[in-house]
């Protein structure tokens, strides 16, 4: 089985070439900012840092976006969904155990795509 067979790492319960993987080659665009949420979750998630950086928008993005190799990201829960913000718990795995973090994330739209603009981390 290829690896574009296997499950999205973003929860959808459906294979990663027909769910994120379409949104990391620029085959499609996210049609809502939680649909965004869940491909940029699957980037860090598989290593697609281009990714990433290309979806933060360009007033509030670093200047390049440095892989973590110590974490090991597992499963993204959504919390809540709602106009241009999106709650959500994402689990990790490091060298020292699990941990989640949680945030709400907001998004704008800009020349009809989606961005993610910032966040606010919040207590796990």
């Keep these: 089985m290829s690896a574009f067979a296997h499950p999205c790492p973003c929860g959808s319960a459906t294979s ?10 620029q085959e499609a665009q996210a049609a809502t900012p939680e649909e965004l ?42 919390v809540a969904a709602s106009d241009d913000e999106v709650e ?15 945030e709400r994330s907001r998004f704008e739209q800009r020349a009809g795509r989606w961005f993610y603009v910032d966040g606010d981390v919040r207590d796990a």
């Excluded at 990663?16 to 080659?25: K, M, N, S, V």
């Design 16 to 25: 990663y070439d027909a769910c994120c993987g379409r949104l990391h080659r």
């Design 88 to 102: 959500f718990r994402a689990h990790y795995r490091t060298a020292e155990g699990a941990g989640v973090m949680h």
């Design 37 to 78: 949420m869940r491909s940029r979750y699957a980037a860090y998630a598989v290593g697609d840092l281009d990714h990433v950086f290309r979806t933060w928008h360009p007033r509030t993005r670093p200047h390049d976006v440095a892989p973590d190799a110590g974490i090991t990201w597992e499963r993204l829960e959504i």
